[in-house]
């Protein structure tokens, strides 16, 4: 059973657009949400992280969107670069306990 | 910066074999895991540890066991390796009190023949 679906699963854009993905969840207890990037060979590292407290952050060209009515929230990657591209997962998490994880987006950027 | 390594980047082994994939981590961090990661499966978790001497099953536990006998390395151990055991081993850690910011190893790739 997937807590935390997450979409696409894969994704390419062009150099300077903008990538966005989602994940949506079903439990309302969640009350951390992260996002991880993973480049090939590595493991993944945390990227960005909200709680549902606010509504967006950012951090230079990414931003999480938090929407708790819809149970949903999104990573946006502005002006995407060659660099970007890797795999991102969204994850949830309840008190400060077991990440649930999405099942990942593969990105590319064309140059 | 947190710093985990893993014992292997890459290992092959064959079904039947006892297989030990380690982890060691130098933050002196209480908790460890151990996922696996499968192409359109995400990461899974295994095992975790909050403390020396003990673990907790993960959501996949069968087939593996662990042991951690000191507190910067957390092992994962396949009694018996099987073909479907093969994949993308990752070890993490967080701070104390926390499960949320997980710091990865580079993963070791195991196949199983």
């Known amino acids: 059973q997937q807590q935390v679906k997450q979409s696409p699963q894969s994704l390419i854009v062009q150099k300077g657009g903008i990538s966005i993905i989602n994940c949506a969840y079903e439990n309302t207890a969640f009350d951390y949400f992260p996002w991880y990037q993973q480049f090939p060979g590595k493991g993944p590292a945390l990227l960005i992280a909200i709680r549902p407290d606010v509504s967006e952050k950012k951090e230079g060209r990414f931003t999480i969107s938090f929407n708790k009515s819809a149970k949903q929230f999104s990573l946006h990657i502005m002006d995407s670069q060659p660099g970007d591209s890797a795999t991102y997962f969204c994850?949830?998490?309840?008190?400060?306990?077991?990440?649930?994880w999405g099942l990942g987006t593969s990105l590319g950027v064309n140059p | 910066d947190v710093k985990v390594t893993q014992s292997s980047r890459y290992l092959v082994k064959r079904t039947g074999e006892k297989v030990f994939l380690e982890c060691v981590q130098d933050m002196d961090h209480e908790n460890m895991f151990w996922y696996r990661q499968d192409p359109g499966l995400g990461l899974r978790l295994i095992y975790f540890s909050y403390d020396v001497k003990m673990k907790e099953k993960g959501d996949i536990p069968e087939g593996y066991s662990v042991s951690r006998e000191k507190k910067e390395r957390f092992s994962l151990i396949l009694e018996s390796a099987s073909t479907n055991q093969t994949s993308m081993y990752l070890c993490?850690?967080?701070?104390?009190?926390?499960?949320?910011?997980?710091?990865f190893g580079p993963g070791t790739r195991l196949t199983v023949l």
């Open positions: 993490a850690t967080t701070p104390p009190g926390s499960y949320n910011e997980q710091f």
């Open positions: 994850a949830a998490a309840i008190n400060n306990r077991k990440l649930i």
